[in-house]
């Protein structure tokens, strides 16, 4: 049919999440975007009838129009929120009109009435490839690594493609010091592939790692730092040495006292190695929050 690898995992995906089940049930499908207000208005009502009617054989599936693209355009999405009825995997009603409860619930009385739909729920066909990705996730904050690492590999034994697993799997490999491998896995991915804020991340991760020194060498640089305070070269890579080491409070302090004294210093490399450092930890960490405020009374005090 001429498609692209995408567009043929984004009709399979159409197929077995939304075309299967509706033809014994009757499918709600929301076309939505993060962007849009007005989408999220009405994810609540579609979510609470959708959960009124499912014992009548009522399901709510979603589309995100700027993920799904390829299949947006065939149901000539030209506005969100667009709400279709599906059933035998045919639009048999337009319900984008319906914003309330009780005009959603009216629509559905009516077709349900006319289509033979069965009753009940659709069984669970178990956990989504996310829902694993996300057991691998929790196995690796728990520091169950080689747990992490296969759960990942197995996700991407079905869908190569999984950012999460691929993040989550290079995480595993670092975290298990097999940081060589990960960073040729990490450089043989697409510049498309490492933009994803994930693997962004992952990338942070090795450049830390990368900068791993002996015991020595970080004393060396401490002292370099404290003969030349202005010396911020020397203070940038004992900042690296010191995240590579784990200790994130001495790394942020080094580049802290740089910004403070030249913030410009080589395009304000250590202005940015800081924020990088936060994207990796996490933005909600408690961590993260008192030093952005550390970093702000700097920038802006």
């Not at 639009?91 to 006319?114: F, G, H, I, N, W």
């Not at 009753?119 to 694993?132: I, N």
Request: glycine residues 6%; negative net charge.
């Amino acid at each position: 049919m001429g498609l692209t690898t995408e567009e043929q995992k984004a009709v399979q995906a159409f197929r077995d999440e939304i075309v299967e089940p509706s033809m014994t049930k009757l499918v709600i499908l929301d076309f939505w975007a993060e962007w849009c207000g007005p989408c999220k208005q009405l994810t609540p009502v579609l979510e609470k009838v959708a959960a009124d009617y499912a014992e009548k054989g009522v399901l709510l599936a979603k589309v995100n129009v700027d993920e799904n693209k390829f299949i947006a355009a065939q149901f000539q999405i030209r506005s969100i929120p667009t709400v279709y009825a599906m059933f035998q995997g045919q639009p048999v009603a337009d319900l984008t009109s319906a914003r309330t409860e009780p005009q959603l619930a009216a629509m559905l009385d009516q077709l349900l009435a006319k289509l033979p739909v069965q009753p009940g729920a659709v069984p669970d066909s178990g956990p989504s490839l996310d829902e694993v990705a996300a057991a691998g996730t929790e196995a690796l904050a728990e520091g169950a690594n080689e747990e992490a690492y296969a759960i990942f590999t197995e996700i991407l034994g079905h869908d190569p493609e999984h950012k999460a697993a691929l993040a989550g799997m290079l995480e595993a490999l670092i975290a298990l010091d097999r940081k060589e491998e990960a960073q040729a896995i990490h450089t043989s991915l697409t510049d498309e592939q490492r933009a994803d804020p994930a693997l962004e991340r992952v990338g942070t991760m090795l450049a830390i790692a990368a900068e791993a020194r002996d015991p020595e060498e970080i004393m060396a640089l401490k002292a370099a730092v404290e003969a030349a305070p202005d010396n911020h070269q020397a203070r940038f890579d004992l900042a690296n040495a010191l995240m590579a080491a784990g200790d994130r409070d001495g790394a942020a302090d080094a580049l802290l006292a740089s910004i403070a004294a030249d913030r410009a210093w080589n395009e304000g490399a250590a202005r940015s190695r800081l924020l990088e450092i936060f994207s990796m930890i996490g933005l909600e960490d408690p961590w993260v929050a008192a030093t952005r405020r550390k970093l702000s009374a700097i920038l802006f005090g």
